[in-house]
């Protein structure tokens, strides 16, 4: 499943309502999106709670599930999804 620029307007579109600084396109969504089943993304600037909530929104509008982590705190893996990703926002 290819994210279609629509999707990923309303990616950002939401992300901006929650208060999101950054939003990266992540995972098979990029490397593969031919094969992708779900739609990866990782964000900053939504804390707690809100975070599933944003993510929940984000499945509600897309129609498609989604796998969604915070970039904060900074790990090998969070650094790895900056440089291999795609940033939306």
């Known amino acids: 499943m ?16 929650y208060g999101a600084t950054r939003v990266i396109l992540s995972g098979s969504s990029v490397s593969s999106p031919q094969k992708a089943k779900d739609i990866d993304i990782a964000c900053d600037g939504v804390q707690g709670w809100k975070l599933y909530e944003f993510a929940s929104q984000l499945e509600e509008k897309l129609h498609t599930t989604l796998d969604i982590v915070s970039l904060t705190p900074p790990t090998r893996f969070f650094r790895r999804i900056q440089t291999q990703g795609k940033i939306l926002l």
């Open 2 to 17: 290819a994210v279609s620029q629509e999707q990923i307007d309303i990616i950002v579109s939401v992300a901006k309502a």
